[in-house]
């Protein structure tokens, strides 16, 4: 019902700052939480961060908290994450996510309903 595509990655400076974007087409968009996730070689995935269905409520995992900024856009049927003061650390393929519960839950990162198939980030020190 929902369809994502990630854009935007690209290699960056540390320190630098880079803005992902998630193209998602579907009747339902507006209903839905969105998230960022990544994944880095080697590493397990890990949440990133995640918005409400009218975009009034995130949350974020405290290793991007007050560097990373999520919104979305209805009307468009995008979301963001704007990415500041970037490190190595936070290389690593981020995908974009629907879930059809509690935006806040999707942390839990149980029972999404649908993936995008990820744009890679690689920050270079």
């Known amino acids: 019902q929902v369809q994502l595509v990630e854009s935007g990655g690209g290699l960056v400076q540390a320190g630098g700052s880079l803005r992902l974007s998630c193209a998602a087409s579907?009747?339902?968009?507006?209903?839905?939480?969105m998230g960022w996730f990544r994944q880095a070689p080697g590493k397990e995935r890990e949440f990133v961060a995640s918005?409400?269905?009218?975009?009034?409520?995130?949350y974020y995992a405290d290793s991007v908290k007050g560097r990373f900024t999520i919104s979305r856009d209805n009307a468009d049927h995008t979301i963001s994450l704007q990415m500041d003061d970037l490190n190595p650390e936070d290389t690593a393929v981020y995908s974009c996510?629907?879930?059809?519960?509690?935006?806040?839950?999707?942390?839990?990162?149980?029972?999404?309903?649908?993936w995008g198939q990820g744009t890679q980030v690689t920050v270079s020190a």
């Open positions: 579907g009747r339902d968009f507006s209903s839905y939480a």
């Open positions: 996510a629907a879930y059809g519960g509690n935006a806040q839950a999707m942390m839990l990162m149980f029972g999404i309903d649908y």
């Open positions: 918005i409400n269905w009218s975009g009034e409520s995130t």
